[in-house]
Every structure is written in structure tokens, then in C-alpha cells.
């Protein structure tokens, strides 16, 4: 896990995300100014046993931002895979997940409050309401760790039932990823001089495969393994195409 962190953090993991910048090298700044912003951060507060690796993380992700070209962007984002020890991979995701926490945690309490809405919310209100008020109240902890482990924990309390419920409420949104990842499948496959053919037409069979898939998890895990596939090539290409559609 630790060694594809880096590739999680400095790539744009839902092609949505492209439909709002002009350029692919405009996204990948995008990100990276959001990146640093973190960064600095956790560099103030830092430890000695990782200060180190902090400031050259920064140094390497500001002279990705300086880089014009998109590929060679790419480029420096990619050696940063292997240049960090797994024990700071690990720390930096920690830190990470503290600093983003309460962006989730706002998702979730915008989610469940707009549960509350639907007509079929009614054998579910009061633990849809009591989720809000946990959420809501977790917005306030002031110790970041503890934050991320009552968020951790949050899910985990839930009665079966409501998972259920919840699985049914968020079904046809993972449904529609799908089958828009499917449509922009196709419309590459369409094209003559198309790259990576194969491995296009195998994410197609794979989505296709995740919309009849049976449980929830299994829908997002495939989504998320056709929006991240591990050829960073095809990637990176994939990235270039969702832009170009969208220009």
C-alpha cells in the first residue's frame, strides 16, 4: 500500500476532476498547489525522524509545478514512488488523512442530511439523524488523530439494516460512474489510431463487469481500479483523452 501512496496523492483519481481544467498540465497543478498547501503544513509540525524526507518532498513536488511540459511533470511525480522510505509513506498518510478529515466528514454529514429528504428515509430517520448529530459533534474534536479513528470507527457502528439501506442509496450514483466510464471506454475504442487498444477494452469488460457485480463494494472497488490502473502509461494517456473531450 505504501509504495503506490504517492500515486494516489499526486494523481487526479476521478476523471471528473479533468472536465474543469483547460490543460492536463493545468490539473496536475491544480493539484500539486493543493498538495504543498498540505505539505507546509505538516512540515511545521514535523518530526525530526521525517523532517528530512518533508522538505525534500516539498522541494520535488515545487519543481514538478515550476515544469511547463506536462510529461515531465509526470515524470517527477513518478520517480517520487520509489524515493521514500514505507515508514514515511506512512507517516505522510497519516498526517494527510488528519488534514482532510473534516472535507470528509462534511461529505458525509452533507450526504446523510440529504437522506433525511428522501420519502424511503422513514424506518431509517432516527438513525439517519442520530448519524447527523454524531458527524456533526465529530466536526468539533480538536485532536486531529482521534478525529480520523471516530471516523474510522463512525461506519463500523452502523446497524446492519441502515448499511443496507445505505447501500441502496448510493447504488445508482457508483452505477452512473460506471457506465460513464463505460461510454468514454467506447468512444476511445472508436477511434483508429487509438493507443493501448487491449488494455482499453479490458477495463471496458472490466466496468461491465462491476455494474452486475452483487454488492456495493465490489461496484466501487471496480471503479476505482478503472480510474487507477497500474500502467501509469495508460494513465497518464487515459488522463490526456478525458481532457481533450472536454476542451
Avoid: W
Avoid at 476532476?17 to 493539484?31: F, G, K, P, R, T
Wanted: hydrophobic share 40%; with cysteine.
Amino acid at each position: 500500500m505504501a509504495k503506490t501512496l504517492l500515486i494516489t496523492i499526486f494523481c487526479v483519481i476521478a476523471c471528473v476532476q479533468l472536465s474543469h481544467a483547460a490543460s492536463i498540465a493545468e490539473v496536475i497543478d491544480n493539484d500539486l498547489r493543493v498538495n504543498l498547501n498540505g505539505y507546509y503544513k505538516i512540515l511545521a509540525e514535523v518530526d525530526a525522524a521525517h523532517k528530512a524526507n518533508m522538505e525534500k518532498l516539498i522541494a520535488q513536488t515545487e519543481a514538478a509545478l515550476k515544469e511547463t511540459d506536462h510529461k515531465e511533470k509526470t515524470k517527477i511525480l513518478d520517480s517520487l514512488n520509489s524515493a521514500f522510505p514505507e515508514d514515511f509513506n506512512l507517516y505522510l498518510n497519516k498526517k494527510l488523512q488528519e488534514l482532510n478529515v473534516d472535507v470528509e466528514i462534511e461529505r458525509s454529514l452533507s450526504f446523510y442530511k440529504a437522506l433525511l429528504e428522501k420519502p424511503e428515509k422513514d424506518a431509517f430517520q432516527a438513525e439517519i439523524e442520530k448519524a447527523v448529530e454524531t458527524l456533526s459533534a465529530l466536526l468539533k474534536e480538536t485532536d486531529a488523530a482521534k478525529k480520523v479513528e471516530s471516523f474510522a470507527q463512525f461506519s463500523k457502528d452502523l446497524s446492519g439494516s441502515f448499511k443496507e439501506f445505505l447501500a441502496k442509496a448510493t447504488l445508482p450514483e457508483i452505477e452512473k460512474s460506471l457506465n460513464g466510464a463505460i461510454a468514454f471506454f467506447d468512444g476511445l475504442l472508436d477511434q483508429a489510431d487509438i493507443k493501448f487498444k487491449d488494455e482499453i477494452a479490458a477495463l471496458k469488460q472490466q466496468a461491465e463487469g462491476g455494474l452486475t457485480a452483487a454488492t456495493l463494494e465490489e461496484k466501487q472497488k471496480t471503479y476505482y481500479e478503472i480510474t487507477n490502473p497500474e500502467n501509469k502509461e495508460l494513465f497518464n494517456y487515459l488522463k490526456e483523452k478525458y481532457t481533450e473531450q472536454k476542451q
